[in-house]
Each structure stands twice: as C-alpha cells, then as structure tokens.
C-alpha cells in the first residue's frame, strides 16, 4: 500500500467553509507585496492555480510563491524573475491559443457549437456523424466571431469538415446513463468485493477473474444487479511487493496476476500445466493462507502464466487460442507495445540495480521511450514483449468473461470497475506518455481535523493544459479503458474532475495548491463514454467539497455515495428517507471497518487513549441504536459490542428503506465479518489489501443468513 490510501482518512461529512474568513494578512501587507508576487499570482491564476485555499474552519491562507512557481514549472511556465514572469504571461496567452489547434471541441445535444476557429455565418458546412451520416448546416450568427454551429441531436464524436483541416466535436448526452435508465426506474442493489479477496481454483493465493465471475453468478441469481469490484490496473510484474490497487503503473491496461487462464484454455489443461511445471504444492499451500504473500504468490503465478504461454505457441490443440492471440498481437496499438516494453526495461533495470525503481533513475539512454536505444531494446527482447501483450489479452478475455456471465445472469449492469484518481510517476503511463502528466507533482489533500499536516499520496495526474492541447485523447483513452468490459465506474476521489490539490516534489503537503482542471469539459466526456457503453458512473463524493458540489453531480447523472455511518450529524443519523435518491446507499466501504466490527470495536488500537476512543464509540452505538428505533428496525435493550449481526442486518435494512435507486452492499457486511480491507493511513502497520475471504467466491452466499441479508435488498432472481 501507498500514501494513497491516506486520503481515505479525510474528513467524510460534507463541510463547506462558510462566508466568514479570517485573512492571513491585512491590506497593509498587501500593498507591501513585491511587484514580481502580483504578476506571479496573476499568471497562476490564469494557468488555473488558486492563489489562496479556505480551510475547514473558513480561514484563507495564502499559497506560498515558492508553491506557485513550482507548480507552474510543472505546467512549462519558468517564473524566476520579472521578466520571467512578463514572458509567462505572453507564453500562457499563446497556449491557450494553441489549445484550439488541437482541433477538438465539446459541446451538449441540443446547445449550439461555438468552434475553436473563427468563420462566418450564413456558410456552409459539412458535417459526419460518428455513425457515418454526412450532413451539411449552415452556420450561425456569433458574437464573438468565432464559427458557430447548429446543435447535434444525435450524441457521438462528429467531424466537422473545414478548407483548413477537420475539426472534431464530442457530443455529449444532457447527462450519464444511471441504473434508473437500465432498470426501467425500479430500485436495485449490487454487492463490492476485492477481487484479490476473492477464492478459486487454481488461484495460488491471488483472486482472479474466476472468483469474480463464481461470485456474480450466484449474485445474479439471489437478485443482484451489479458487482463492483476493486481496480485491477496494472501495477508492476517486476516488484510484486508494491500491490496497492490505487497506485498503478497504468490505468491503461489490467494487473495480470488477476487473468483467470481456465477462460481461455481447454478445460482441464491448466490443470495439468500446474502439475507438469510442479506449481502445485506450493499453490495449494498459498491459496490456503487467509493472507495473500504477496511476494512469494506473484513470481508464483507468473511462473504459471509463463508456461502457459509457452505452451500457446507449441501445442496444437491450442490451435484456436493461438490464433486468436496472433490476432490480438498484430493489433496491439502502440500504447500497449510501450506499456509492454516499459515491463520488460523496469525488470532489466531493477537487475542492474535495485534502486532504479523510478525511469528517472534507469540509464539515460532508456529515459526517453522513444530513442533508438530503446527500440533496440525492444527489438532484442521481442519474445518477452509478446509475453507482456499475452499477459493483456488473456486478462481482457477473462476480465470480459466475468462480464458477460454477470450479464448473462440477469444482471442489469453487471461488473462496476474502480477507476483510481491517478497514477505512480514511476510507472509505465507517466514514462510513455511524459507530455501528458504533470512531473514533479503529487496529487494529495490539505490539512483538515483528521490530518493536520495534509497528505501527500504520491501520485502524479494528467496536465490540465497537455490535456487541452492533445484534445483530451489520454483521458478518452482512461474512459475507454475502464469501461471496456463493465457495465460501470466508480471514479475515486471524483472532486478530481474539478480540482486537485497537489503538492510539489519535497514539500510538505501543506505547501500545495488548488489547480482547476476543466470540470465541464470532462463531465462532457464522461456522460458521452457512458453514453457509448451504455454504462452507469459512480462518483466517490466524499470528503471536503466545493459548495455545491454534490449537486453538480445530480445534474451530470453521477451518482454520489450515501454512507450510513456518514449520514448522521451529532445527535442523530439522517432518516433513510431524506437521503438522496440519484445516489447509491451503502453501509460501509472498503476503507472502513465493516458494520460487525464498528459496532464491536475491533477497529480501536491499544494506542493513544485507547479509553477515550472505546467512550465515544459506545455513545455512537447508542446514536445509531436510537435511529434504528425510531425506524422501527429494531426494538429492546441494545446488543453487547460482541452481539454484531442483529445490527449488521438492521444497517442493511436502513438503507434498503432509503430512495436510492441502487443499494451497494459490501461483501463483508452481506457476511457480518469484521475484516476491514484497508486502514487508511497505514502501510505494514496493518495487512491492507491483502485479506481472503473465507470459502470459495461462488459459496460465499449459500448460507441462509446471507441470503436473508440480501433479501432485504430485493427478491431472488432464480436460475432464470
């Protein structure tokens, strides 16, 4: 696990600083302001750097300039003297301008298009649709003299044709398709599972995509709609001991340690790989454990997946696989060729030395994915590239499996990926893709009541101003990606799409800043991917928000998260019928203690005032015992910390009585266990992504109590 995972620990109620602020400095200091910090402040904030940040307590503090200028040097702009600056200003002038190149523009069915290039009204223009149809408009009158067009009725990326190049138009819906449009209106639930927490044959200690699709089989089954499942990015086959599903490498392509190969492959021939390359002692023995080794279980089931491999290419009763895989191979894009030849350099160069964790630090000649030495490289290491694209398509194939068994089962979504907010620097994007991301930069949060030093989670993020001039093809690419093979996302830390705190390479995180990141722009584009995959969006909302934030969501067809153990203020938990309906109703999450082990405590350490946190937790049991009364869910004496299932089914009861259209119900809290997935703020302290279920993925529900708890979402679906 990384820092990331210490975002989880922010505040989780929505606060919002009200209008009363207390100024770090009054209007003497600032007239006593440098000329030069004047014009700085005014290039940020025209690069989209907020000069000042309001805590949670309505202060305004000022970004330090040594902040400011970091950050614009991340953005290409140098800030050093006056001069400096005078010549940023201009420059930053000429980008925006440079923006349009790109020739790519948003807009909504139904509004008029304003095109990034000027022209006159009355003229004529030809239009395709992204289905093929060719239209001819004529274009409107502007004000601003910039060609405008008639709006689109029809959704799509459409393609305007003009003397001087073609310029593109993303066409978004008025919001995203929700799971009130596949489900007709009529409420519904899902579960959330890890998917490395999940058990199955053959899996040597690490849960695939056979667990998933065990589990979403028999969900379906017992009325379950969706199956969110935890992010499978991919992260690093050469260092099995960084395994945090929130710091990948790429979230372009998928961790292969979960590939279920018995997709793919003959049935039984796993199997007898398994035996004939001598893996399963050793396998059965991991696959035991209720902790996954990650160390010793990744090289493990890498060994497997390479045997397989070779066996593709020798065995011709694999005749069909292979040749599906050739196809698969000679369509590779280059963005999958990079990401495979970056795998295969970051092994060679851990080899030369183990400290070269980061690209930066590997030999200079294989910094730039483009020089010739790296192509030499690839061209000496061809077969351990093609294992690489192997690893990818067999993931995909089962990862689409799953899918379509989910779907199969009458599931209205089926499969809900977890797309995380960023990724490693280190990792496979940030070193082929180096124009796109923000260098020397991490992404974090700024101090609040639960981290007074705000945090820092080590994750880099794309350039607002790259995306802009690349007409937003990597985060088209990111959508893409995630929804391939689902039927929904939920977006970590969403606020994301709007601001991002971030912080400068070796500072503390309390010396970083706001920087806007073009919200409508990638809401547009959000709602036109889900549009196209017919797939709904689920936003992680939690946190300190901008006012008004929650609703702008609404609005997109996001859908928030409604937390019970959040939705309370300090006498009372809000009745489930005040929550709101557009989002999604769950007891816990995987960076809480499940419902069993808040109500028993097992989440309180014998650490700092281990008596005074033990006092407020049973005033809190008695807070939600007292809601659950007023509900009529529960009656009597309240149960001992250690009597956990009567209020593990009330919790779930509660928010089967919210409006919500969509119930999210952890698999922890559907088996009353008390395993927490992740504490946030911890590394090796606790055994954070690492836990396994107790029985097999596809058994997991067959006990009457669990099917009980499910009940109380919505009837059984049957084997139909």
Same mark, same amino acid.
């Given at each position: 696990?990384?820092?990331?995972?210490?975002?989880?620990?922010?505040?989780?109620?929505?606060?919002?600083?009200?209008?009363?602020?207390?100024?770090?400095?009054?209007?003497?200091?600032?007239?006593?302001?440098?000329?030069?910090?004047?014009?700085?402040?005014?290039?940020?904030?025209?690069?989209?750097?907020?000069?000042?940040?309001?805590?949670?307590?309505?202060?305004?503090?000022?970004?330090?300039?040594?902040?400011?200028?970091?950050?614009?040097?991340?953005?290409?702009?140098?800030?050093?003297?006056?001069?400096?600056?005078?010549?940023?200003?201009?420059?930053?002038?000429?980008?925006?301008?440079?923006?349009?190149?790109?020739?790519?523009?948003?807009?909504?069915?139904?509004?008029?298009?304003?095109?990034?290039?000027?022209?006159?009204?009355?003229?004529?223009?030809?239009?395709?649709?992204?289905?093929?149809?060719?239209?001819?408009?004529?274009?409107?009158?502007?004000?601003?003299?910039?060609?405008?067009?008639?709006?689109?009725?029809?959704?799509?990326?459409?393609?305007?044709?003009?003397?001087?190049?073609?310029?593109?138009?993303?066409?978004?819906?008025?919001?995203?398709?929700?799971?009130?449009?596949?489900?007709?209106?009529?409420?519904?639930?899902?579960?959330?599972?890890?998917?490395?927490?999940?058990?199955?044959?053959?899996?040597?200690?690490?849960?695939?995509?056979?667990?998933?699709?065990?589990?979403?089989?028999?969900?379906?089954?017992?009325?379950?709609?969706?199956?969110?499942?935890?992010?499978?990015?991919?992260?690093?086959?050469?260092?099995?001991?960084?395994?945090?599903?929130?710091?990948?490498?790429?979230?372009?392509?998928?961790?292969?340690?979960?590939?279920?190969?018995?997709?793919?492959?003959?049935?039984?021939?796993?199997?007898?790989?398994?035996?004939?390359?001598?893996?399963?002692?050793?396998?059965?023995?991991?696959?035991?454990?209720?902790?996954?080794?990650?160390?010793?279980?990744?090289?493990?089931?890498?060994?497997?997946?390479?045997?397989?491999?070779?066996?593709?290419?020798?065995?011709?009763?694999?005749?069909?696989?292979?040749?599906?895989?050739?196809?698969?191979?000679?369509?590779?894009?280059?963005?999958?060729?990079?990401?495979?030849?970056?795998?295969?350099?970051?092994?060679?160069?851990?080899?030369?030395?183990?400290?070269?964790?980061?690209?930066?630090?590997?030999?200079?000649?294989?910094?730039?994915?483009?020089?010739?030495?790296?192509?030499?490289?690839?061209?000496?290491?061809?077969?351990?590239?093609?294992?690489?694209?192997?690893?990818?398509? &067999? /993931? @995909?194939? %089962?990862? #689409?499996?799953?899918?379509?068994?989910?779907?199969?089962? *009458?599931?209205?979504? +089926? !499969?809900?990926?977890?797309?995380?907010?960023?990724?490693?620097?280190?990792?496979?994007?940030?070193?082929?893709?180096?124009?796109?991301? &923000? /260098? @020397?930069? %991490?992404? #974090?949060?700024?101090?609040?009541?639960?981290?007074?030093? *705000?945090?820092?989670? +080590? !994750?880099?993020?794309?350039?607002?101003?790259?995306?802009?001039?690349?007409?937003?093809?990597?985060?088209?690419?990111?959508?893409?990606?995630?929804?391939?093979?689902?039927? #929904?996302?939920?977006?970590?830390?969403?606020?994301?799409?709007?601001?991002?705190?971030?912080?400068?390479?070796?500072?503390?995180?309390?010396?970083?800043?706001?920087?806007?990141?073009?919200?409508?722009?990638?809401?547009?584009?959000?709602?036109?991917?889900?549009?196209?995959?017919?797939?709904?969006?689920?936003?992680?909302?939690?946190?300190?928000?901008?006012?008004?934030?929650?609703?702008?969501?609404?609005?997109?067809?996001?859908?928030?998260?409604?937390?019970?153990?959040?939705?309370?203020?300090?006498?009372?938990?809000?009745?489930?019928?005040?929550?709101?309906?557009?989002?999604?109703?769950?007891?816990?999450?995987?960076?809480?203690?499940?419902?069993?082990?808040?109500?028993?405590?097992?989440?309180?350490?014998?650490?700092?005032?281990?008596?005074?946190?033990?006092?407020?937790?049973?005033?809190?049991?008695?807070?939600?015992?007292?809601?659950?009364?007023?509900?009529?869910?529960?009656?009597?004496?309240?149960?001992?910390?250690?009597?956990?299932?009567?209020?593990?089914?009330?919790?779930?009861?509660?928010?089967?009585?919210?409006?919500?259209?969509?119930?999210?119900?952890?698999?922890?809290?559907?088996?009353?266990?008390?395993?927490?997935?992740?504490?946030?703020?911890?590394?090796?302290?606790?055994?954070?992504?690492?836990?396994?279920?107790?029985?097999?993925?596809?058994?997991?529900?067959?006990?009457?109590?669990?099917?009980?708890?499910?009940?109380?979402?919505?009837?059984?679906?049957?084997?139909?």
């Amino acid at each position: 696990m990384t820092a990331l995972a210490a975002s989880r620990d922010r505040v989780f109620h929505e606060r919002v600083a009200g209008p009363e602020r207390r100024r770090d400095s009054d209007n003497e200091a600032e007239a006593r302001r440098p000329l030069s910090d004047d014009l700085l402040r005014q290039l940020a904030t025209r690069a989209g750097i907020s000069p000042e940040w309001t805590d949670q307590a309505g202060k305004l503090h000022s970004v330090s300039p040594g902040t400011l200028r970091a950050i614009l040097a991340a953005f290409g702009l140098e800030t050093h003297g006056e001069g400096e600056l005078r010549e940023a200003l201009a420059a930053g002038e000429q980008r925006a301008n440079a923006a349009a190149e790109a020739r790519f523009t948003t807009t909504r069915i139904g509004q008029i298009v304003v095109l990034p290039v000027r022209g006159e009204a009355g003229s004529r223009v030809e239009i395709t649709l992204e289905a093929g149809e060719r239209r001819l408009v004529v274009a409107l009158e502007s004000q601003n003299g910039m060609l405008t067009l008639p709006s689109f009725d029809i959704p799509g990326y459409h393609t305007v044709h003009l003397p001087d190049g073609d310029v593109t138009v993303a066409a978004a819906p008025e919001r995203c398709t929700t799971f009130a449009d596949l489900n007709d209106g009529r409420p519904g639930f899902g579960l959330a599972a890890q998917i490395y927490s999940l058990r199955s044959p053959h899996d040597g200690g690490i849960g695939t995509f056979a667990g998933v699709a065990a589990l979403g089989r028999k969900a379906a089954r017992l009325g379950a709609d969706a199956l969110a499942i935890s992010p499978v990015h991919a992260l690093y086959g050469a260092s099995p001991s960084h395994f945090s599903p929130y710091s990948p490498s790429t979230r372009l392509f998928y961790n292969p340690l979960h590939a279920d190969p018995e997709a793919v492959f003959p049935p039984g021939f796993v199997a007898a790989v398994i035996a004939e390359e001598g893996l399963g002692g050793t396998m059965e023995a991991l696959a035991a454990e209720p902790l996954i080794d990650w160390p010793l279980a990744s090289p493990l089931r890498q060994r497997l997946l390479h045997a397989l491999f070779r066996r593709l290419r020798e065995h011709d009763a694999l005749a069909t696989q292979r040749a599906a895989f050739e196809q698969a191979l000679a369509e590779a894009s280059p963005l999958l060729r990079s990401h495979a030849v970056f795998e295969v350099l970051h092994a060679s160069e851990l080899l030369r030395d183990p400290a070269a964790w980061h690209w930066r630090g590997w030999q200079e000649v294989y910094r730039d994915p483009d020089s010739v030495e790296v192509a030499a490289f690839a061209e000496a290491h061809a077969e351990e590239i093609e294992y690489q694209i192997f690893l990818q398509w &067999l /993931t @995909g194939r %089962s990862y #689409g499996q799953a899918q379509q068994i989910c779907r199969e089962g *009458g599931m209205k979504v +089926g !499969l809900i990926a977890d797309l995380a907010i960023g990724m490693d620097a280190s990792g496979s994007h940030a070193w082929s893709r180096q124009q796109e991301v &923000l /260098t @020397g930069l %991490s992404v #974090g949060a700024p101090p609040d009541y639960y981290s007074a030093e *705000g945090q820092s989670w +080590g !994750l880099t993020t794309f350039s607002p101003r790259g995306l802009a001039a690349s007409g937003y093809a990597p985060f088209i690419e990111t959508l893409r990606a995630s929804l391939r093979h689902v039927g #929904g996302i939920r977006i970590d830390h969403v606020m994301g799409m709007s601001r991002l705190w971030l912080v400068p390479e070796g500072a503390s995180a309390v010396d970083g800043a706001y920087v806007a990141f073009p919200a409508e722009t990638m809401f547009r584009l959000i709602a036109l991917e889900s549009w196209r995959h017919r797939a709904v969006v689920i936003g992680e909302d939690l946190g300190i928000l901008p006012d008004g934030f929650r609703g702008y969501l609404r609005g997109q067809g996001v859908a928030g998260l409604r937390v019970l153990r959040f939705e309370r203020d300090d006498h009372s938990y809000i009745p489930p019928a005040d929550w709101d309906p557009a989002a999604a109703a769950l007891t816990t999450t995987h960076d809480l203690v499940p419902t069993a082990g808040w109500w028993a405590g097992s989440d309180i350490d014998d650490g700092e005032q281990p008596q005074a946190l033990q006092e407020q937790r049973a005033w809190d049991r008695g807070i939600f015992w007292g809601s659950l009364e007023r509900e009529g869910l529960v009656q009597g004496e309240r149960p001992a910390p250690e009597e956990t299932e009567p209020v593990v089914d009330a919790a779930i009861r509660y928010i089967a009585r919210s409006p919500c259209t969509l119930k999210l119900l952890a698999i922890e809290d559907a088996l009353a266990i008390r395993t927490q997935p992740n504490v946030p703020g911890t590394t090796t302290e606790k055994p954070n992504w690492r836990h396994r279920l107790e029985g097999e993925a596809g058994e997991l529900l067959d006990d009457a109590k669990v099917r009980e708890r499910l009940a109380h979402l919505g009837p059984e679906r049957g084997e139909g």
